[in-house]
C-alpha cells in the first residue's frame, strides 16, 4: 500500500509511516523491524510525535478523524472526528498545540470552497478528547 504518512521519534530511533492499508506503523530505524500497528479507520495521511512523550498522533484524511495513541501499547487514549487533514498534513506546535490543514478545493462543476485552519490542544492525561478552535 502507498505511504502517505512518515514521522521520525524525537530520538530518530523509531519511524511511524502512515499507508492506505488503514494503519500506521512504528519501526525500528536500525534494523527496519516492525515495532507495533495501530489500526485507523481510512487511510493514515498525517503522523507526530509528541516531543517528550510516549504518545503518537495520527489523522485521516478519508475518515476524517484524528487519534492519540500510547506509543507502547497501542491504545488509543482519545479520537475526534470531522477533522481537517490537509495535503499539508498535520503541525505540532511547541505548547501542545496541533494544527491541521484542508487547503482549497474545487468542486466538480462549482465553485472554490476555500481552505480550513483548524487548532487542536491535545489532551492531558486527565482529558479524554481534545478541543478545538477554528479561526473566523
Known amino acids: 500500500d502507498r505511504v502517505r504518512a512518515l514521522a521520525f521519534s524525537p530520538d530518530s530511533k523509531a519511524l511511524l509511516t502512515g ?42 484524511r478519508n475518515s476524517r478523524t484524528l487519534k492519540l495513541w500510547n506509543r507502547e501499547t497501542a491504545e488509543e487514549l482519545a479520537a475526534a472526528n470531522n477533522v481537517h487533514v490537509g495535503e499539508l498534513g498535520m503541525l505540532l506546535l511547541p505548547d501542545g498545540r496541533l494544527i491541521t490543514t484542508l487547503p482549497q478545493f474545487q468542486l466538480p462543476q462549482g465553485p472554490a470552497v476555500p481552505g ?10 486527565a482529558a479524554t478528547q481534545p478541543s478545538v478552535h477554528t479561526p473566523e
Open 19 to 60: 499507508a492506505d492499508d488503514d494503519q500506521a506503523k512504528l519501526w525500528n530505524v536500525e534494523t527496519g523491524e516492525l515495532i507495533r500497528s495501530y489500526e485507523h479507520l481510512g487511510g493514515v495521511h498525517a503522523a507526530v510525535f509528541p516531543p517528550n512523550s510516549q504518545r503518537l498522533i495520527t489523522g485521516s
Open 116 to 125: 480550513v485552519l483548524q487548532v487542536w490542544r491535545l489532551p492531558d492525561a
